[in-house]
């Protein structure tokens, strides 16, 4: 069992596709590490030897932010936005999208469902 990051990389997947289950690291960057390293993307996670794995190691912890810490990274980002007051910080805090999207009637991701005729009053029971 390959464990990089602390992430398991599944077993029987190439090891260019295995690599963009640890956050921060997508297909691009995937790419672009395995070519650092003249590595075949075809190469099954099964087939490395602890050399590449130890090595494909050194590389994310040296270069790149990924996992704890790029989730740390965009929640003192986030954070910091909310604390100056700027414009998508007020997004964030009320939970609206914060790019320009139209909230009449999409948004439901950050908006939640909401029942249709909220406030309404019960009929009373006989």
């Known amino acids: 069992m390959t464990r990089i990051a602390g992430i398991d990389l599944p077993k029987n997947k190439r090891i260019e596709i295995a690599l963009t289950y640890i956050y921060g690291i997508g297909l691009s960057r995937s790419k672009a590490i ?3 390293m003249a590595l075949n993307p ?3 996670v099964t087939d490395l030897d602890d050399q590449e794995v130890t090595h494909i190691r050194y590389i994310l912890e040296n270069e ?3 996992e704890g810490d790029l989730r ?3 929640a003192l980002n986030i954070k910091r936005l909310m604390e100056i007051n700027s414009y998508k910080g007020k997004r964030h805090r009320i939970g609206l999208p914060l790019r320009g999207q139209r909230t009449r009637t999409n ?3 950050r908006r939640g469902i909401k029942k249709t005729m909220a406030g ?3 009929a ?3």
């Open 34 to 36: 395995l070519h650092k």
């Open 42 to 44: 075809n190469t099954r």
């Open 64 to 66: 790149y932010l990924i």
């Open 72 to 74: 740390r990274f965009e």
């Open 107 to 109: 948004a439901r991701t």
């Open 120 to 122: 309404k009053k019960k």
């Open 124 to 126: 009373p029971k006989k």
